[in-house]
């Protein structure tokens, strides 16, 4: 089975910087995906790891380990409209094209 | 581009229906997911079509089926509707390749009362 962790909630202020976890086993890996979703909204894409290391767009940066299982968001210079829930999803496999969910965490900006 | 279309937006129904719920994805992308969303158990995989083929299924019972045309347009429907079927259906469209991401619709609200 496909087993991912992220935290349920964060709180930070407005121009701070937040980094949300997550840790997945999954029966095989084939990239990292972060998705943000606005209540009532569509997930929308944010960033795509496969490698290890960091990738970086803009305010949002994404690390991956392979070896250990684990991958961060970074949302600096935090802004109230950031205030959403962050998904992370697994693809596990090559020629598979289901993702495999964390349940979210709800990130709150406060002002 | 437009992106996902999913209709309709919101249904309500009562146990023992069945329902049908519609997706147009982004126009060229020939793979079409799509997920339920609820608060306990998050975003979880139903069903992925390519080319009008099931290429993936998820854990769910036979009563959620789908299919896609060769327009790559895609629906699914849930016969003998129970209450725990009450979610966000979400319907995502991608270009099956590589590191391409998901494009999720904005969903179908279903309500089974």
């Known amino acids: 089975g496909q087993n991912i962790d992220q935290p349920t909630e964060m709180t930070a202020t407005e121009g701070a910087i937040v980094q949300i976890n997550c840790t997945y086993q999954t029966s095989g890996f084939n990239g990292l995906f972060w998705y943000q979703q606005h209540a009532g909204e569509a997930p929308t894409f944010l960033s795509y790891n496969v490698l290890d290391g960091l990738e970086e767009k803009g305010r949002f940066s994404s690390f991956l380990s392979r070896s250990k299982g684990y991958s961060y968001l970074l949302l600096k210079e935090l802004q109230m409209k950031d205030s959403a829930s962050y998904l992370c999803?697994?693809?596990?496999?090559?020629?598979?094209?289901?993702?495999?969910f964390g349940a979210g965490t709800t990130v709150t900006v406060r002002a | 581009k437009a992106g996902v279309t999913q209709t309709p937006r919101y249904l309500i129904k009562t146990r023992g229906q069945q329902v049908t719920l519609s997706c147009s994805p982004i126009s060229g992308h020939r793979s079409v997911s799509w997920y339920q969303q609820t608060p306990g158990q998050g975003l979880q995989f139903l069903f992925e079509?390519?080319?009008?083929?099931?290429?993936n299924k998820g854990n769910f019972p036979g009563r959620f089926s789908g299919r896609q045309f060769s327009n790559s347009r895609s629906e699914m429907n849930v016969s003998t509707l129970e209450l725990g079927d009450s979610a966000l259906y979400l319907c995502?469209?991608?270009?099956?390749?590589?590191?391409?991401?998901?494009?999720f619709g904005n969903g179908t609200r279903l309500t089974v009362t």
């Open positions: 999803a697994v693809r596990p496999a090559t020629n598979d094209y289901k993702l495999s």
């Open positions: 079509y390519f080319s009008e083929t099931q290429r």
């Open positions: 995502a469209s991608s270009l099956s390749q590589g590191n391409s991401p998901l494009h």
